[in-house]
């Protein structure tokens, strides 16, 4: 039994507390200076309490566009944040639930030698190889096309390693009995193991999902044409604006691009925890 001293609970709760602050307070910061006018934030000191101009601000971005560095309507761009998004994760988790399989429950020469070459991708991300990546998604004509915003960044050898090394743990007494019972290798795909991975499906999903919500720097060579620019961009473009940056639509964008992707960890969270708990087992 763990001795409970109170000196050493107050000190964990006070680092945790130090910890929630030092979050929370920027974006409480762009909250607050979301719901003000330009004048009141450049002047001195800046507020940090909320403003009047709360739906002003939120109705201007989602409906007519940012600030002078884009015109593309926020909500617009949020579409194809969460669409870019959905589809990486969704085609990371399929790419690594088939390979896994392969690695897991087949016989074939050179298995080893391909799952250490899958592994080894983990050291050549997308900035590595991003040039012969654009040439070729350029060669092919998918440049301002979800296609090419999704489809280099499909693979990935971190899923692949986590879904293998999860099939390894399921018994060996599943597979003689589906085998007795006459399962093909896909029945016992789709019957036993999909249902056993649905906790870490989630947390790949969760993680995924955010990783292709933030890319920047792949978007930003594939569309040219602001349709197809995610969010990431879009508050880019507006920081980036030769004439005078609005900072009240900038930090309105930018706690709309929060949503999503919080939205995702708290609707999954349950299953995002499990299958991280069932992954170290």
Do not use: C
């Not at 392969?102 to 900035?127: D, G, S």
């Not at 092919?140 to 296609?147: D, E």
């Not at 960044?153 to 589906?178: C, H, K, N």
């Amino acid at each position: 039994m763990v001795e409970r001293k109170p000196l050493l609970d107050l000190l964990s709760h006070l680092i945790l507390m130090v910890g929630v602050v030092v979050v929370a307070l920027p974006i409480w910061i762009a909250f607050a200076g979301s719901t003000h006018t330009l004048d009141a934030l450049i002047a001195s000191p800046m507020p940090i309490w909320p403003g009047g101009e709360f739906w002003a601000n939120y109705s201007q971005v989602l409906s007519v566009g940012g600030a002078s560095g884009t015109r593309a309507p926020v909500l617009r761009m949020l579409g194809v944040s969460f669409v870019i998004a959905s589809l990486i994760a969704v085609g990371k988790i399929i790419l690594a639930l088939i390979s896994a399989f392969a690695l897991v429950y087949f016989r074939f020469r050179f298995k080893q030698l391909a799952f250490w070459l899958i592994f080894i991708t983990l050291m050549l991300p997308l900035e590595v190889r991003i040039s012969p990546t654009y040439q070729v998604v350029s060669s092919l004509g998918l440049l301002n096309s979800y296609a090419g915003l999704t489809l280099p960044l499909l693979a990935s050898a971190t899923a692949t390693f986590l879904m293998r090394q999860f099939f390894m743990t399921i018994p060996d007494e599943l597979v003689e009995a589906s085998r007795m019972d006459g399962a093909s290798p896909m029945r016992f795909f789709w019957d036993v193991l999909l249902p056993l991975s649905r906790t870490n499906i989630a947390a790949l999903f969760v993680i995924m999902f955010i990783y292709g919500w933030n890319q920047y720097l792949w978007p930003l060579l594939i569309s040219t044409e602001e349709r197809y620019y995610p969010i990431v961009i879009g508050i880019r473009q507006m920081i980036a604006a030769e004439s005078q940056v609005e900072w009240q639509l900038v930090m309105t964008t930018a706690m709309l691009a929060l949503i999503p992707p919080v939205l995702v960890v708290i609707l999954m969270q349950r299953w995002f925890v499990r299958g991280l708990v069932d992954s170290e087992k």
